[in-house]
C-alpha cells in the first residue's frame, strides 16, 4: 500500500490463497494509522466566507512529524488575503491564520496559498483557497437548481421533496423588508419567511405539478428589497421536467 496521500486511521483487508481445498482463501482485516511527515489540521484547505468590510479568520495546525527540524520561510498568496504564521514549538508546530483582506472584492475565488520551508525534495507546500466575499445583501445558494425532475413523479405525495428549493436572503447590517418576489417561469410558486422586517428571509420555491409540461425550467427570480444599495437580487433558476 502507499501511503503518500494517505493521513488518519486505514482500514482494508487482504486475501491469502492456500493449497489447502478445505480452506482455499482467508481474509485479514487490517488497520492502522497513518502519521504524514507534514500533518495539517483540521483539513489542508481553507474554506472562508466573509463580508468585503468585516474581514473573517481561519486557522491551520501545521505539526512537523519528521525529527529534522521544518522551517517556514515564507507564504505565498493573493491580494485576496493576508497571512501569518506562528512558530508555537521551534521546528515542529506551527499555527497558520488567514484572513480575508479588509475591502476584497465580492466574489468567490478559488485560489491557493504556498507555505514555502526548507525541507529537502518538498519544499512548497500547496494549500487550495476557497474564498466567497459576500455583499451585505446576498442570496444563498445563488442559483436554485431543481436538477431533472420526472412528470410521472410530481403528483405523487411522497416526491414532494424534489419539487421544492430553498434558498435565503440575508442581511449583514439589520432588519429589512421585501417588497416583491417575482419569477418569470410560470410554473412555479414563491414564498417568504417571515412576512414581516427581518435580517434574513427563507424563500421557498415549489414547482407547480398543475402548471408543468416537459421540457427546461428556466427563469430568473427577482427579489426587490428596501435595501437602498441593493434594491433588487436576481436568483436564477435552473433544471428540467424530463
Keep these: 500500500m502507499s ?3 494517505i493521513a488518519g486511521e486505514v482500514d482494508g483487508e487482504a486475501q491469502i490463497h492456500w493449497n489447502d481445498p478445505t480452506r482455499p482463501v482467508v481474509i485479514l482485516k487490517l488497520k492502522g494509522y497513518v502519521t504524514p511527515p507534514i500533518a495539517i489540521e483540521p483539513v489542508p484547505a481553507i474554506f472562508m466566507s466573509a463580508f468585503s468590510d468585516e474581514p473573517a479568520e481561519r486557522s491551520l495546525t501545521i505539526r512537523n512529524n519528521e525529527a529534522r527540524p521544518l522551517a ?7 491580494q485576496h488575503l493576508t497571512v501569518s504564521v506562528a512558530n508555537l514549538e521551534p521546528g515542529k ?3 497558520l491564520t488567514a484572513r480575508s483582506a479588509k475591502g476584497a472584492p465580492v466574489g468567490r475565488f478559488e485560489e491557493s496559498l504556498t507555505l514555502v520551508t526548507d525541507k529537502p525534495g518538498a519544499s512548497r507546500i500547496d494549500l487550495p483557497v476557497h474564498l466567497w466575499v459576500k455583499p451585505d445583501l446576498y442570496a444563498n445558494p445563488e442559483t436554485i437548481e431543481f ?4 412528470i410521472q413523479d410530481v403528483e405523487r405525495p411522497d416526491i414532494a421533496a424534489p419539487l421544492t428549493q430553498t434558498f435565503f436572503v440575508k442581511h449583514s447590517s439589520g432588519a429589512f423588508e421585501i417588497t416583491s418576489i417575482d419569477c418569470d417561469f410560470a410554473a412555479v410558486a414563491v414564498t417568504q419567511s417571515p412576512a414581516g422586517p427581518s435580517d434574513s428571509f427563507q424563500i421557498n420555491v415549489r414547482l407547480r405539478p398543475e402548471a408543468l409540461s416537459l421540457g427546461n425550467i428556466n427563469g430568473k427570480i427577482r427579489v426587490t428589497t428596501t435595501v437602498p444599495r441593493y434594491p433588487e437580487l436576481v436568483i436564477p433558476l435552473t433544471g428540467a421536467i424530463i
Design 3 to 5: 501511503t503518500g496521500s
Design 147 to 150: 436538477g431533472n425532475v420526472r
Design 72 to 78: 517556514i520561510s515564507k507564504v505565498e498568496h493573493s
Design 93 to 95: 508546530l506551527f499555527v
